[in-house]
Each structure stands twice: as C-alpha cells, then as structure tokens.
C-alpha cells in the first residue's frame, strides 16, 4: 500500500511568486486535505477536497486554492507569495463513505515552503 | 469554535518509564472524534491513536492508551515504557464528523537514556 507522497520536499520563492505543491493521496482514498504548519506550531486547515471539489475551508484568503484530479491527487496553489506563507505545508488523505463515520486523515511527509 | 489546548510545552522522561501528555478541548457537539498525532524531527505527522466520543472504553495501542473525560473535555495519552524513539512532538487534534482537524499546539517529549 502507497503511503501519501508530497512534492516538492522544499522550495524556495520570493516575494510576489506563485507556487504550486503536489500531493498523492494513499491507495484507496478519495479526499485530500491541505494544512499549513508554520514552525513551532500546529497545523492549521486550509481547504478539503472531494469529488474534485472544495468539501471545506478554514481562514485562508483566496490566494490559497487547489485542485483535484481524478485520481484523487491534489494541488495547492498560492499566488502573491508573502513573507509569512513560509512554512511546511502538510498534505493528509483520507477515505469519505458517506456514512456517519469520520475518517482518519493520514499525512504526507510535507513541504517545507521558504519566501524571501 | 472549536479549540484544542496542550497545557504543556515540554516533558521529558527516562526510558521505560510512563508519560502522560495532557489535552483539553472545547465544543458543543455531542458526536466528534479525537486523536493523538506524533510528529518526529523528521517532519511526517504519524497518528498513534484515534477516540471516537460515542464510545466509552478508552482506545489503545499497544504503549499508548488515552484517558477520555467527556464530561471534562479532556483527552490525555499515555506512554508506557517510553523508548528513544518516541522523541517527539505530540499534538492533540479534534475532528467533528466531515472535514477539519484543529489541532493545539503541541507538546514537544524528550525520552532520555
């Protein structure tokens, strides 16, 4: 069973550039969340996708938006890079079956996301 | 809103003894889930274990066992026999049946040799 995978491992911006992060969810998921963890923090959501569509979103401006294919993987996209963007992104998949059970969201290895 | 404190920025503890690492948590939903998540220095967030609030047997894995006090919102894990490689943070995560988990702000555990 493949785990979630994550690219790029790190990558480096200036201020004003756009970024794109890739994300692959585990076998057998179809929903994909993003997290923004910047250092000595805990993660803090910023969107869900399923179905290919925003399934939830926490307090990200619309500068933050993603995408989701049909093989489930995902992207997140930033545009108008700021100074405090910097931070590891962490991607989490997990399996949505419409029941009333929450599925446990298992995490990539992340991306840690530099802006200068 | 829902909020997920981690009184404790720091623990350390000798190999093979017991940890316990406090979380409290606020909400005024009756079905929600918690969980215990481990991030090494390595950066990979590893979960360790999962409580769902309807249920009121404690879940365990192996070394690691949950004390749940819904009543009290508080949701502390447990490590017995602590290893080298339980070196860590820990951070304490909330989900409502969907989408989201809140996450505190961790608690960072240092296993001594």
């Known amino acids: 069973e493949t785990g979630v995978t994550q690219s790029p491992t790190h990558l480096i911006k200036t201020r004003g550039q756009q970024v794109t992060l890739r994300c692959s969810s585990q076998s057998g998921h179809n929903t994909v969340s993003w997290y923004q963890q910047a250092l000595g923090q805990g993660p803090q959501f910023i969107f869900q996708?399923?179905?290919?569509?925003?399934?939830g979103r926490g307090n990200f401006p619309p500068r933050f938006s993603g995408l989701q294919f049909p093989n489930y993987s995902s992207e997140l996209n930033v545009n108008a890079l700021e100074l405090d963007d910097s931070a590891l992104y962490l991607c989490?998949?997990?399996?949505?079956?419409?029941?009333?059970?929450?599925?446990?969201?298992?995490f990539g290895p992340g991306t840690r996301l530099t802006v200068l | 809103a829902q909020t997920v404190t981690q009184s404790q920025p720091e623990m350390s503890v000798q190999e093979a003894e017991t940890v316990t690492l406090s979380c409290t948590y606020d909400t005024s939903e009756n079905n929600y889930y918690l969980f215990w998540y481990k991030q090494p220095p390595s950066r990979q967030m590893i979960l360790v274990i999962r409580?769902?609030?309807?249920?009121?047997q404690n879940a365990t894995e192996n070394r690691f066992s949950v004390n749940f006090q819904k009543a009290a919102k508080s949701f502390s894990l447990k490590i017995s026999d602590s290893q080298l490689g339980d070196t860590a943070m820990y951070f304490c995560?909330?989900?409502?049946?969907?989408?989201?988990?809140?996450f505190g702000a961790g608690t960072i555990l240092r296993v001594k040799s």
């Open positions: 996708y399923y179905r290919e569509e925003e399934n």
């Open positions: 995560a909330f989900m409502e049946y969907g989408n989201k988990l809140v």
């Open positions: 409580q769902e609030a309807y249920k009121q």
């Open positions: 989490a998949s997990s399996r949505t079956s419409g029941g009333a059970e929450a599925d446990t969201q298992y």
